[in-house]
């Protein structure tokens, strides 16, 4: 079943009387219970694009539908997590994963048993009541995944929220990403710079090319899971999009120093 369908999305940014154009002609359909990445250098426009199906930048062409319906804002069915935690400070680690469900008036009851059930699926109950500064990089992620979850959103918008934690810690976490993915069926969407990352996490691959952004190639992920970096069809497949991604990176670096037009 088709969850969100971008057709023909177009975004331009004019500022200053100058004219970006961050999208151009993105035709993207996700099937629900899919999990795709959004792969491609800086500037190629996945965080656009990705706000533009969260509703928090609309695109200034084409449209885009969640179950059929036109994305005209933010809403509850669309959970976003981003690369800085956005946690509130003073909050402990459960009333930050509280604090959407009180928003909603849900009983009191009902959140406290849903703050501890999360808790415990992202291994965080030692910590109900530490704040945020007291908690590494890989557990304040937890925390704002968590918090995600506890509104109970059918999508995930992830805009790199791996990308500032060391390699074990981004692994540890790709692998709850994962599990917590299999056990909801929840719908996702990634935005990453790493092709390794991309490989190990997604059922289909989106590479987007340097601006305007557009969609260079939808590559669907038939390996099975759990995934081995190191086997020989995983290091082929991301030698193909190593090539493709370098492509648009050269590209990206050839127009800063003046050799393509803007």
């Known amino acids: 079943m088709t969850q969100i369908v971008a057709s023909k999305v177009q975004k331009v940014f004019r500022t200053a009387g100058l004219e970006v154009v961050a999208l151009k002609d993105i035709d993207l359909a996700i099937g629900k219970g899919e999990f795709v990445c959004l792969l491609g250098p800086s500037g190629c426009g996945k965080s656009t694009l990705l706000n533009a199906i969260a509703g928090f930048s609309l695109p ?47 009983p009191k009851a009902e959140i406290a048993a849903r ?16 704040f945020p500064k007291d908690l590494s990089g890989g557990m304040r992620q937890r925390v704002a995944i968590a918090r995600i979850l506890a509104l109970d959103s059918p999508i995930m918008l992830m805009d790199e929220p791996f990308g500032a934690l060391d390699a074990l810690t981004r692994r540890n976490l790709q692998d709850e990403l994962l599990r917590i993915w299999s056990a909801t069926g929840k719908t996702i969407i ?73």
């Open 60 to 106: 200034t062409g084409g449209t885009i539908t969640v179950d059929g319906r036109p994305v005209a804002a933010p809403g509850p069915d669309r959970g976003m997590v981003f690369q800085e935690y956005a946690l509130f400070p003073w909050m402990t680690v459960a009333q930050n994963i509280a604090f959407g469900l009180e928003v909603q008036k849900m």
């Open 115 to 130: 703050v501890d059930q999360l808790l415990g699926m992202l291994n965080l109950k030692d910590f109900r009541d530490r």
């Open 190 to 262: 990634f935005v990453t710079h790493s092709i390794e990352e991309s490989i190990y996490l997604a059922d289909r691959i989106v590479v987007m090319t340097y601006r305007p952004g557009t969609i260079k190639r939808d590559q669907r992920v038939a390996l099975a899971r759990p995934r081995d970096p190191a086997a020989a069809e995983f290091n082929e497949l991301k030698r193909e999009l190593s090539r493709l991604v370098m492509a648009e990176q050269q590209r990206h670096a050839a127009e800063e120093m003046g050799m393509y037009p803007p």
